[in-house]
Every structure is written in C-alpha cells, then in structure tokens.
C-alpha cells in the first residue's frame, strides 16, 4: 500500500483554486521531491497536504485513510510529520525544551536520547535557546522534532533555504538517509537537481498542475524539462 496517495485533488485560499487534477503518489520508504518555478504552486500543495487549507476536494489519502476534514494536529497522530520552511522551532525555548513539547510522542525520554544520538551537534546545545543555533543547527533541531513522534511519513518544505552550500549537502545527505529509519519523504526543494539526486521520485508542478512525474533519474537526464524547470541548483 501506499503511504500517499493524491488523485484529482484541487485546493487554494477563498474561492480561487490555485492546484487543479492534482495527482501523485508516495511509497514506503521512498524519497519523492516535488519541484516547479516559483509561484507553481508547491507551498499551497503542501498545505493542502497539511490540511491547513479550507479549499479543498479529491483524493488525499495516508495509508489508505482519507485526511480530508482530517484537523492538521491529528495528522500528527496518524503518523505524518510536517517541517515548514520557517517557523519551524520555538526560538525562545531552549534545545531541549523544543523536543519535549512536541505532541504524539510515546516514551519521551527515549525519543530524546535517540534525536540527541541521530543530531549529535544538539548534544552539546541541549541547553541553548534555539533562537541562538546557526542554521545549520536549527535545521537539525527541526528534524528532530519532526522524527520524536516515529512518523511513517515526513513532509519537508524548502529545507535548504537560506543555507549556505556547505550546509545544503549535509541537510540533503540526512534526508537521503530518512528511509533507514523507516521514513517515507515529501520533499518540497528549489534546488530541484540536489533534490532529485538523491530521490526515487520526483513531481514537476507548473501553474497549479503536474507537468510531469517520473523517476527522479528519468527527470535529471530528460534536457527539456531541466532546462525549463530545475533552474541552476
């Protein structure tokens, strides 16, 4: 079975759809990276995922559930995990105090250890505010809290952004890594050929619909769609 499965799905904000006939898929263990121009429409795409829009109808299923009218916390329980491009650490509260916050966790003191042991740079941090980490260390924070409640599903929004190159291939190279622990990755990215390079999948949105989806290696060596969509990345 698949962990996502999206058909026909239209979204957007009042009485403007902004997505239309959407349709993808996300199996177990699979990296799929979702790429397109600014303004294609990825952010609304993964709100809509998120159920953090009012405007939406068609299939969006999780592991053969729907999640429409489905509240975005209790997508948390289901056993998706959502980490947004900003926002996504309490900067006031301290290493620490941001992974003991986070909801749908069983043994806490466990989950902990494991994201101390799997982010070793936290380990030294646990007591510093996480509005004090560099980027590169905020980003792992946010993974870390995006992986205390075991999801069987993470949807990750930019997560390179602002990054300096150095840090974007560590944060790519942990990403690639999220299937060995049991995860299933969304992967909303700009840098659509790093992105790519390192998925089984990959979607190009353009104007609110799907261009194309293949296996990420077909759409690396398809010249057309790389010089129209996956920028300079």
């Avoid at 979702?34 to 109808?57: C, P």
């Avoid at 466990?110 to 260390?137: C, D, H």
């Avoid at 942990?174 to 992105?195: C, D, H, K, N, Y």
Wanted: with cysteine; proline share 4%; charged share 20%.
């Amino acid at each position: 079975m698949s962990v996502l499965v999206v058909e026909g799905m239209a979204a957007g904000y009042g009485d403007v759809d902004i997505l239309s006939d959407i349709a993808l898929r996300v199996d177990p263990l699979e990296i799929v990276t979702i790429a397109g121009t600014n303004g294609a429409g990825k952010s609304t795409l993964v709100k809509g995922l998120m159920g953090l829009l009012t405007r939406i109808r068609g299939k969006v299923e999780f592991e053969g559930t729907s999640l429409l009218g489905v509240a975005a916390e209790r997508r948390i329980h289901l056993g998706i995990s959502y980490v947004p491009q900003v926002n996504n650490v309490f900067p006031s509260l301290t290493v620490l105090e941001n992974l003991e916050v986070v909801e749908g966790v069983g043994n806490r003191a466990r989950q902990i250890a494991k994201m101390i042991e799997r982010f070793p740079a936290l380990a030294a941090r646990r007591a510093t505010r996480a509005g004090a980490l560099s980027g590169g260390e905020r980003q792992q924070l946010a993974f870390a809290r995006a992986l205390m409640p075991a999801p069987r599903l993470v949807i990750l929004d930019e997560p390179t952004a602002a990054l300096s190159p150095a840090l974007v291939t560590g944060v790519l190279e942990t990403i690639r890594g999220l299937p060995g622990l049991g995860v299933s990755v969304l992967l909303v990215e700009q840098r659509a050929r790093q992105a790519l390079a390192i998925s089984d999948q990959g979607c190009i949105l353009d104007s609110g619909k799907v261009v194309i989806a293949d296996r990420a290696s077909a759409l690396l060596a398809d010249e057309r769609m790389a010089e129209l969509y996956l920028g300079e990345h």
